[in-house]
């Protein structure tokens, strides 16, 4: 309910969820009168990320942002410039695209609608942002190149506060479900490119080795649910998907394919292993 005073006035509003509409009751008195008004809102209505793909393509000679239906179908280039447009991710409720351009000068971050209007630089450096669950705060890295740091900040690009601060990669950072607690691949334990995968929470507290392996592991994906961790790792002598529990435990090979080609490709393995855990 929400009340609302004025002069000589007293209002309660009361909204009631039927379907896909609200039923909006207000009640309100004005002196000596007294008034009661229904009225339906259509609840505004969120484009699903699942029901479409995100991502970027050099297809047409540059790197752009993309999206299509699940199935492959019709692929929109949503940038269509001649800039680096890359790391794309949806926001919670499908309505906006963050995303690293260097169409403002040195690569920033951007945020545009889902239908790739009202583009706008957030005018903070990086790559790799995503959205946290309640949308109130971007996670991306930044820095020289093999000395990335993670930050966060909040959606608008204000307040940016550094998480992460070593002399090795911090990189590839990913909001649990529930926002509580920040993924990452790192070198700090690991020499010769064997990173291992992190997790530490929200504020940069904490960090912990969950992989603890020899060989490299990376590109770590939560399960919707939060249970469940995604990651690739060569430890069996290719590339391959594994998962473990979100406390590091009970690690396993889902794959017996090799995907050597993927590292390169970390957001279509971040991609790779989202459907994987969502079936």
């Not at 307040?159 to 990452?184: E, H, K, M, Y």
Request: charged share 20%.
């Amino acid at each position: 309910d929400e009340l609302h005073w004025g002069p000589g006035t007293y209002t309660v509003e009361r909204h009631l969820e039927a379907g896909d509409h609200t039923l909006k009751l207000d009640y309100y008195e004005s002196h000596e009168d007294q008034f009661v008004t229904l009225s339906w809102q259509k609840i505004p209505t969120p484009v699903p990320p699942v029901q479409r793909i995100l991502f970027a393509s050099d297809r047409d000679g540059d790197y752009d942002v993309y999206v299509m239906d699940a199935n492959g179908a019709n692929p929109v280039n949503l940038t269509d410039n001649i800039t680096w447009d890359m790391d794309p991710a949806w926001s919670p409720d499908g309505r906006q695209i963050v995303f690293a351009s260097d169409q403002s000068g040195p690569t920033q971050l951007h945020v545009m609608d889902a239908d790739g209007s009202n583009v706008r630089s957030l005018g903070v450096t990086g790559y790799q942002p995503r959205w946290s669950p309640d949308g109130s705060r971007i996670v991306f890295m930044d820095g020289p190149e093999w000395a990335w740091e993670i930050y966060v900040m909040d959606a608008d690009g204000s307040n940016v506060v550094q998480l992460t601060d070593n002399d090795v990669a911090d990189f590839t950072p990913s909001w649990s479900p529930d926002g509580s607690r920040i993924l990452f691949e790192t070198g700090r334990d690991a020499p010769d490119l064997q990173e291992e995968i992190y997790v530490m929470n929200a504020n940069g507290s904490d960090p912990i080795n969950l992989s603890q392996h020899q060989a490299w592991d990376g590109s770590p994906a939560w399960s919707p649910d939060g249970s469940t961790i995604a990651f690739l790792s060569n430890r069996d002598g290719n590339n391959e998907i594994y998962l473990m529990d979100a406390d590091g435990g009970n690690q396993r090979r889902l794959t017996s394919v090799s995907y050597t080609h993927l590292r390169a490709h970390e957001t279509s393995l971040h991609l790779v292993c989202r459907l994987l855990l969502e079936k």
